[in-house]
């Protein structure tokens, strides 16, 4: 019996526990997945709950992926690069590793056939969602990378973080209530909660004149998955561009967990049906 959980706040909106457990029952492995409101506060807590009640990993989400990196005894390359955790195996010694899967279910979700080499991004945000957003697209090829925020001068740190990584890329950061022209990026990222159910659902990060400007090949990808069709996403369906939905990228990277927990690999067609009837 594996005892796993995910810890963020708030959690009402989630439904990992869901997709968790019937990543599990597709391999016929027994599971306990706690869903452990954590707010910042109470991390330090949290940390020992899980060590004193034996839990063998957990998922974190917002707002903890950075904080609990502080917190880990080891990380993986993709934890180290996108500088946040989202995922932690306990070993037997009670040592937290810390991995971040949202790098392989971002890029994983993005179609085959999509071509992003030498071509420029937009994301929107620059929390622990966007670092991850970055380092997919770049793997992916993208060359250059404009991030929209509500504070420029906020951002400037997890900017310089991008640039001593990653100095062949152009990073640039843009005031989000400037966003009115979009024409030169072939894909556009929401890398913030705007949008969320319970969060601005009834909110577009940016505004339907911006989105026209895209080019009729360009890509809008939209991390939120409750619910699964944004008012962002609407808006780029009405003008024909290709979308990519937040539920894949939470899939892959629920897959990606559980192979880190188990070193088995759940059926995803299994967790998408089980998240859908969630949602």
């Known amino acids: 019996m594996y005892k796993l959980g995910i810890i963020g706040y708030p959690l009402g909106h989630s439904i990992s526990a869901v997709i968790q457990k019937a990543g599990f029952e597709s391999m016929n492995l027994d599971a306990d997945y706690e869903v452990l409101e954590t707010p910042p506060e109470s991390l330090i807590d949290r940390i020992k709950f899980l060590k004193r009640n034996d839990f063998d990993g957990f998922n974190v989400t917002i707002p903890l992926k950075v904080p609990i990196s502080l917190f880990v005894n080891e990380i993986d390359d993709d934890a180290n690069i996108a500088g946040c955790v989202n995922t932690v195996k306990i070993d037997s010694n009670k040592n937290f590793l810390g991995y971040n899967t949202d790098i392989y279910g971002f890029m994983t979700a993005i179609p085959s056939d999509v071509d992003l080499k030498g071509k420029s991004a937009a994301i929107l945000g620059t929390g622990g969602a966007s670092r991850a957003a970055s380092v997919g697209l770049i793997r992916k090829g993208i060359e250059e990378i404009d991030f929209y925020t509500r504070n420029v001068i906020n951002s400037q740190q997890a900017l310089n973080y991008l640039r001593a990584k990653f100095p062949s890329i152009k990073f640039e950061a843009h005031q989000i209530q400037n966003a009115r022209d979009?024409?030169?990026?072939?894909?556009?990222?929401?890398?913030?909660?705007?949008?969320?159910?319970?969060?601005?659902?009834?909110?577009?990060?940016?505004?339907?004149?911006?989105?026209?400007?895209?080019?009729?090949?360009?890509?809008?990808?939209?991390?939120?998955?409750?619910?699964?069709?944004?008012?962002?996403?609407?808006?780029?369906?009405?003008?024909?561009?290709r979308t990519v939905e937040g539920l894949d990228m939470l899939i892959y990277q629920a897959e990606k967990a559980i192979n880190i927990w188990t070193g088995k690999k759940p059926d995803t067609q299994t967790m998408k049906i089980a998240a859908l009837k969630a949602l």
């Open 182 to 241: 979009f024409s030169k990026y072939k894909i556009l990222v929401n890398a913030t909660p705007i949008g969320m159910r319970g969060f601005a659902m009834d909110e577009s990060p940016v505004e339907f004149g911006a989105l026209k400007t895209m080019a009729a090949d360009s890509i809008v990808y939209d991390i939120v998955y409750n619910p699964m069709d944004t008012l962002m996403l609407q808006y780029a369906k009405k003008l024909d561009l």
